[in-house]
């Protein structure tokens, strides 16, 4: 079992950045591949970025450029850098875990997840 805490939304305006905060708990933790999600209002749950145990990482095309996922492993925290914001990255931010092998943006292949952070990108 896992347990994730996000923190660190907020608004803010066009252009503008924010950094997102996942603390990881539970056992084995450090053995899964950590990601982030998003889903506006009325859309499905998306991937942002995520990050695999030996540390390489895969974006959204939507994001490549201006977000970057980073975790510390001795404290279990994940993070999301978020630069360049646009009206469009508007959504509650989600973190959430999964094993290497099931690693993919599908959100169905994440069995566990955090209660979200709402980020609000004014134009």
């Known amino acids: 079992q896992v347990q994730l805490v996000e923190s660190g939304g907020g608004s803010v305006q066009s252009g503008g950045s924010l950094k997102l905060s996942c603390v990881a708990s539970?056992?084995?933790?450090?053995?899964?591949?950590l990601g982030w999600f998003r889903q506006a209002p009325g859309k499905e749950r998306e991937g942002v970025a995520s990050i695999r145990t030996d540390g390489n990482t895969t974006y959204a095309d939507s994001v490549k450029g201006r977000f970057t996922i980073s975790k510390d492993n001795a404290k279990n925290i994940l993070y999301l850098q978020m630069n360049s914001l646009k009206p469009e990255d508007t959504g509650m931010y989600f973190c959430?875990?999964?094993?290497?092998?099931?690693?993919?943006?599908?959100?169905?292949?994440?069995?566990?997840w955090g209660q979200g952070t709402q980020v609000t990108v004014s134009s």
């Open positions: 959430a875990a999964t094993i290497d092998i099931l690693a993919t943006m599908n959100p169905r292949l994440w069995p566990y």
């Open positions: 539970g056992s084995r933790v450090r053995s899964y591949c």
